[in-house]
């Protein structure tokens, strides 16, 4: 079986390149980064060099293969919005059509919970519950729209919505909070209370190779994805700074406070600071300080998904590879 991955040279596309190959797929791994594409090139994986933006390269690229995962894409908290929408939307439906056009079996897309994303508490979300109407970044509202472009296009598509993946590897979860807790920016905000889910990277791989075997009931079909044990966020923060031996966070800043300094914070990188990333968002802000949890129960049921790495296992896993800056 021929199987191309795109964003094969970001953290999980490259991690389910290595598991394909191991389980003797043919696998084609496609994305940008040419330095991550040559350790690719040293496992016996293929690597196209392309960009989502290039219809004559996403059209060669899925010639001849009969299965398409779609992990590629701009995932940041700041930017243009006509980068995200130019990516993630329009590249995920140039990719997922030609897919169709070229006799491609199987398209599986990798989304995003933060489609789900309001400044309110919400626990045990199901894909049949209301995503957000008013996104507060760019890239949330890219990925609503490619997720109907993936459907529109290739209307079998196979949507996964894995929340906050971490593991070995991750330079953008827990490494991001390690260096914010070292210069002195992470801040508890609000009650420090608060629920979350979080998903191991080889969680995400077990269920997209799920997908590659699933019948029709998956068919145009989006699952939840998580390690399917909720946890307290600060409990989890506080649990990796003791294990790096760092100082456990105490106080907190009131969330209405931190809100409000994060839109205008927004406000002044937007218009005086040239769009460059702010230190806080208002995104940032609400993940820091509300509940979201994930209902897994359709991935269980339909695609027989099960976690096979604990949320504490994960973590220390990601602690035994990681390096302190």
Known sequence: MNILVTGATGFLGFRLCQTLKEKGYCVFGAGRNEK?????????????????????AVSKAVEGKDVVIHCGGLSSPWGKRKDFLDINDKGTYSIAQFSKEKGVKRFIFISSPSIYHTPNDRLNIKE???????????????????ESSALKAFPESILLRPRAIYGPGDDAIFPRLIRAHHKGRLKKIGHGQNFTDLTYVDNVVEAILNCLTSDERSFGQAFNITDGQPQKLW???????????????????????????SFLNEAIH???????????????????SKSQTLDITKAREVLGYKPKVT??????LFLKDYKDE
């Open 270 to 288: 937007k218009w005086l600071l040239l769009n460059r990333e702010p230190v806080l968002t208002r995104y940032t802000c609400n993940l820091l």
């Open 36 to 56: 991550k594409g040559e350790l690719l090139l040293k496992e016996g994986i293929s690597f196209l060099k392309f960009d989502l933006r290039n219809k004559n």
């Open 235 to 261: 409990f989890l923060l506080d649990h990796v700074f003791s294990k790096l031996g760092l100082k456990i966070q105490t106080g907190s800043v009131p969330y209405s406070l931190a809100y409000r300094m």
């Open 311 to 316: 949320t504490l296992r994960g973590i220390d």
């Open 128 to 146: 049949s519950d209301p995503l957000t109407t008013n996104p507060l970044t760019y890239y949330i509202e890219s990925k609503i729209k490619a």
